[in-house]
């Protein structure tokens, strides 16, 4: 099964501020990995999909990047709506894994 | 617009049985993977279970195998997931999910299910 290791697990940080989040897998999972935001008593929203391709109607201040086992999630500059918990997941195969999650919470 | 909507949650002792319905629109059901996943309390996000549109193949996580059992009615565009033998770390949100091949991207709000005597 694949492991997802996600850093850090939590990251406090101003508006404005540009923030990287990152996500390692023990194996290689070429592209398949999506990012999700979820706030308090809400579901999970998609941000970014095939690792860096933004879901429609996501803020372009929301990038991804990577690809193997090395992926990174950047807000290029940070909104009061941004503060969240920000997860990863694999799809390359069953189980899907998600990452341990990242609190972004305001300095 | 997709909609998703859980129900059948609900408060059920140790060793009991529950199942979960998640009723569909917006979209053709029958022509998409769809999805189980949990958050238990204070805690991250857990793949549950999967069944696909084609050929009904279903997958379980480890956690949930030979207990649980992910089933869809696509006349009914109707996702379910019967839960067996609960135990208390089974306590938690469930949600269902649509799953394309790069994630889920939409999502139910969530049905919670806690298991306690």
């Not at chain 1, 501020?17 to 023990?26: E, G, K, L, P, W």
């Not at chain 1, 194996?27 to 941000?47: F, M, R, V």
């Not at chain 2, 140790?14 to 949990?38: E, I, K, Q």
Request: hydrophobic share 35%; net charge neutral; with cysteine.
């Amino acid at each position: 099964d694949i492991q997802l290791t996600q850093s850090p697990s939590f990251l406090s940080a101003s508006v404005g501020d540009r923030v990287t989040i990152t996500c390692r897998a023990s194996q290689g999972i070429s592209s398949s990995l999506a990012w999700y935001q979820q706030k308090p008593g809400k579901a999970p929203k998609l941000l970014i999909y095939a690792a860096s391709t933004l879901e429609s109607g996501v803020p372009s201040r929301f990038s991804g990047n990577g690809s193997g086992t090395e992926f990174t999630l950047t807000i290029s500059s940070l909104q009061p709506e941004d503060f969240a918990t920000y997860y990863c997941l694999e799809l390359n195969s069953y189980p899907l894994t998600f990452g341990q999650g990242t609190k972004l919470e305001i300095k | 617009e997709v909609q998703l909507s859980e129900s059948g949650g609900g408060l059920v002792q140790p060793g009991g049985s529950l199942r979960l319905s998640c009723a569909a629109s917006g979209f053709t059901f029958d022509s998409h993977a769809m999805s189980w996943v949990r958050q238990a309390p204070g805690r991250g996000l857990e793949w549950v279970s999967s069944v696909n549109n084609n050929d009904g193949s279903t997958y379980h996580a480890d956690s949930v195998k030979g207990r649980f059992t992910i089933s869809r009615d696509n006349s009914k565009s109707t996702l379910y997931l019967q839960m067996n033998s609960l135990r208390a770390e089974d306590t938690a949100i469930y949600y269902c999910a649509r799953q394309l091949p790069w994630g889920f991207d939409s999502w139910g709000q969530g049905i919670l299910v806690t298991v306690s005597s």
